[in-house]
């Protein structure tokens, strides 16, 4: 057990130590990303889509100084045509410097318009020929605001795919349970992620979509 502990907390150090900022300022970074057409993780109904984190600034809220990251999607969707929008993610300033994977570990991590929970840590990910070592794997939840809906309705055309909706009876507001799990790398700009998976719960099924770095 102290082994464990002694290793796990070595893991984390180092994850802190490549996600200060102590030098750059993360303002302006951005990182593409790309959907990804394995029928594990994305509709059938979704021909194409492409979209990107981008850090847009430093502002103060109820829980201090927070960064906004959108992330800027659009979407092709059968019968549909160009779907698309912004989904903007509050995340504390800690996010870039030295303190909130230990703020992470200890808990949930709450902010102006969502939550933020440490799920795992993966030892390597290989991607586009690149292998990434010492990955955190952070669930993001309870995104509150307009931009919920831009999340439930990608998640309720995968369930009107699936055949548990019908176009009559297509909304949003069936979508529950929405969160997305992103593996993230302290060498990716923005948000730092490598693989995201949004997933929803329509009529009890569990419902997933995913995007990678491109």
Same mark, same amino acid.
């Given at each position: 057990?102290? $082994?464990?502990?002694?290793?796990?907390?070595?893991?984390?150090?180092f994850?802190?130590?490549?996600?200060?900022?102590?030098?750059?300022?993360?303002?302006? /970074?951005?990182?593409?990303?790309?959907? =990804?057409?394995?029928?594990a993780?994305?509709?059938?109904?979704?021909?194409?889509g492409?979209?990107?984190?981008?850090?847009?600034?430093?502002?103060?809220?109820?829980?201090?100084?927070?960064?906004?990251?959108?992330?800027?999607?659009?979407?092709n969707?059968?019968?549909?045509?160009?779907?698309?929008?912004? =989904?903007?993610?509050?995340?504390?300033?800690?996010?870039?410097?030295?303190?909130?994977?230990?703020?992470?570990? $200890?808990?949930?991590? /709450?902010?102006?318009?969502?939550?933020?929970?440490?799920?795992?840590?993966?030892?390597?990910?290989?991607?586009?020929?690149?292998?990434?070592?010492?990955?955190?794997?952070?669930?993001?939840?309870?995104?509150?605001?307009?931009?919920?809906?831009?999340?439930?309705?990608?998640?309720?055309?995968?369930?009107? /795919?699936?055949?548990?909706?019908?176009?009559?009876?297509?909304?949003?507001?069936?979508?529950q349970?929405?969160?997305?799990?992103?593996?993230?790398?302290?060498?990716?700009?923005?948000?730092?992620?490598?693989?995201?998976?949004?997933?929803?719960?329509?009529?009890?099924?569990?419902?997933k979509?995913?995007?990678?770095?491109?």
């Amino acid at each position: 057990m102290v $082994r464990a502990f002694l290793i796990f907390s070595f893991v984390l150090s180092f994850i802190t130590a490549g996600f200060s900022n102590d030098i750059v300022d993360p303002i302006g /970074e951005k990182s593409d990303m790309v959907l =990804i057409k394995d029928r594990a993780r994305t509709t059938s109904m979704i021909k194409k889509g492409h979209g990107f984190f981008e850090v847009k600034g430093l502002f103060d809220s109820e829980k201090g100084e927070e960064y906004q990251i959108d992330y800027s999607f659009k979407i092709n969707v059968s019968f549909y045509g160009d779907r698309g929008g912004v =989904i903007t993610l509050m995340v504390p300033k800690s996010y870039f410097g030295d303190s909130f994977w230990g703020q992470v570990r $200890r808990g949930v991590v /709450e902010t102006s318009n969502l939550k933020i929970k440490l799920e795992d840590i993966k030892e390597r990910v290989e991607h586009n020929g690149i292998t990434y070592e010492e990955c955190p794997v952070l669930k993001i939840y309870d995104v509150k605001g307009k931009d919920e809906k831009n999340l439930k309705d990608l998640i309720a055309f995968r369930a009107l /795919e699936l055949g548990i909706l019908n176009e009559k009876n297509l909304s949003s507001e069936e979508v529950q349970d929405l969160e997305a799990s992103i593996v993230t790398h302290s060498s990716v700009p923005a948000l730092g992620v490598l693989k995201m998976n949004i997933t929803g719960k329509v009529r009890n099924y569990k419902i997933k979509m995913g995007f990678d770095l491109k």
